[in-house]
């Protein structure tokens, strides 16, 4: 079983920053994929970010160049660093954990920004 925690969710001004976190516990496999996805009021849940075990990132088109996925295998936690965030990326952003094993989500953190 894994178990996903987020943090860093807030309210943020357009413009503005933020960093999430995902820690992830439990029996790893050692090749998974963790990812940040994002759902507003709605919308279908989409794509933010992805990281694979071995550093390999991908990224929504919209996210390209604003934010940054990152991982800390020391701390078993992923990072997903927002920049210049924007008030139509209002959403909940749930952590995502992807292996052989099964596929994981957190219960999601609330990002408002703020126009």
């Known amino acids: 079983q894994v178990q996903l925690v987020e943090s860093g969710g807030g309210l943020v001004q357009a413009g503005g920053s933020l960093r999430l976190s995902c820690t992830v516990s439990g029996s790893m496999p050692r090749f998974n994929i963790t990812g940040w996805y994002r759902q507003a009021p709605g919308k279908q849940r989409e794509l933010v970010a992805t990281v694979t075990s071995g550093g390999i990132t991908n990224y929504a088109d919209s996210g390209e160049g604003r934010f940054t996925i990152s991982r800390d295998n020391a701390k078993n936690t992923v990072y997903l660093q927002m920049n210049s965030l924007k008030p139509e990326e209002t959403a909940v952003y749930c952590c995502?954990?992807?292996?052989?094993?099964?596929?994981?989500w957190g219960q999601g953190t609330q990002v408002t920004v703020s126009s």
């Open positions: 995502n954990f992807c292996s052989a094993g099964g596929d994981y």
